[in-house]
């Protein structure tokens, strides 16, 4: 297999014309490569947590593989191609890197009560093994969580973590593809932590020249991170843009510990009362908020 075996395997999926609210292929594998060129063309993987889902996939979707509206992937011989399925929703939620909402709320118990940091990359398998906990269906199977670490070393998967006191209390983890990065799953253990988690990682990536995040399902939770759904097709005219001649590069990630309360917005200063007179001589009241 080529170095431009994965690029070439997923070029030839329609991902364009793809279903909507099904899969765009089946099959492939989940090699590091293949990955990255899956993201990069707008899908990602959701492999059958066991045999059962597997032969649930085969028997919903057969007729539409055999029409062509669902490719098949070439994988390993011995692979069952429905074991692993790569979707690329319509409408996909985005967000820009810069455009993370945490609420007035939130916002102000960063400023006054939790002393929570955060860093970059430093549990990756721990906020793999917290995303996966508990979840139905179990989407984030081992082999997936093996191969994401695989992606995590080769610096392609990147995480956040938020901590309190030194313990993980809110987690974190994305795909990046170009200037677009793909959040796939977050976790909390103390309300809002995962919040945070987002609001950091793409302050981190607004920064190394970052431009959109991309959170795959539309839900009213990542539309109050600030979400908003667009046509795939405007989605994937973003990867192309991003991977095309005099696109910015993105630099790597700042994975210092840094403050969590550096992503609160500053506390506004309370407008004068009408008709007040501030200037030389005037002192406002004592008892006024001064931020």
């Given amino acids: 297999m080529t170095a431009t075996a994965p690029e070439e395997l997923f070029a030839a999926v329609d991902v364009a ?7 765009a292929a089946f099959g492939g594998d989940l090699a590091p490569g293949t990955l990255l060129a899956a993201y990069r063309h707008g899908l990602f993987p959701l492999p059958a947590a066991d045999a059962y889902a597997s032969a649930f996939n085969e028997a919903r979707y057969e007729e539409e593989v ?31 890197a810069d455009g993370v909402r945490l609420g007035r709320k939130l916002s102000r118990l960063l400023r006054n009560r939790l002393d929570w940091s955060t860093t ?4 990756f398998e721990q906020v793999l093994e917290a995303c996966a906990e508990g979840r139905e269906p179990p989407w984030l199977t081992r082999d997936l969580r093996e191969a994401l670490t695989a992606l995590h070393r080769l610096g392609g998967a990147h995480s956040v973590e938020v901590w309190e006191e030194g ?3 809110g987690g974190v983890f994305g795909i990046t593809a170009g200037p677009v990065l793909s959040l796939d799953s ?8 995962a919040r945070v988690a987002v609001a950091d990682l793409a302050a981190r990536f607004a920064a190394a020249g970052g431009r959109l995040l991309d959170a795959q399902w539309d839900s009213p939770h990542v539309r109050s991170l600030g979400a908003a759904p667009q046509p795939r097709a405007h989605y994937l005219a973003a990867l192309a843009a991003g991977a095309g001649p005099g696109a910015g590069t993105v630099a790597p990630l700042d994975t210092a510990r840094l403050p969590a309360v550096r992503l609160a ?7 004068w009362p009408p008709g007040h007179r501030h200037g030389r001589g005037h002192r406002p009241a004592a008892s006024a908020d001064r931020g």
Avoid: C, N, Q, T
Avoid at 75 to 96: E, K, N, Q, T
Avoid at 120 to 123: Q, V
Avoid at 186 to 193: E, G, I, N, T
């Fill in 167 to 169: 313990e993980l209390v």
């Fill in 66 to 96: 055999e029409a062509g509206r669902i490719a098949l992937l070439p994988g390993p011989a011995a692979a069952d191609p429905y074991a692993l399925a790569w979707w690329s929703p319509d409408p996909r939620p985005v967000l820009a």
């Fill in 265 to 271: 917005p500053a506390k506004p200063r309370p407008p």
């Fill in 120 to 123: 970059a990359d430093a549990a």
């Fill in 186 to 193: 977050m976790f909390h253990r103390r309300p809002d932590a």
């Fill in 17 to 23: 014309r793809a279903p909507a609210d099904g899969p």
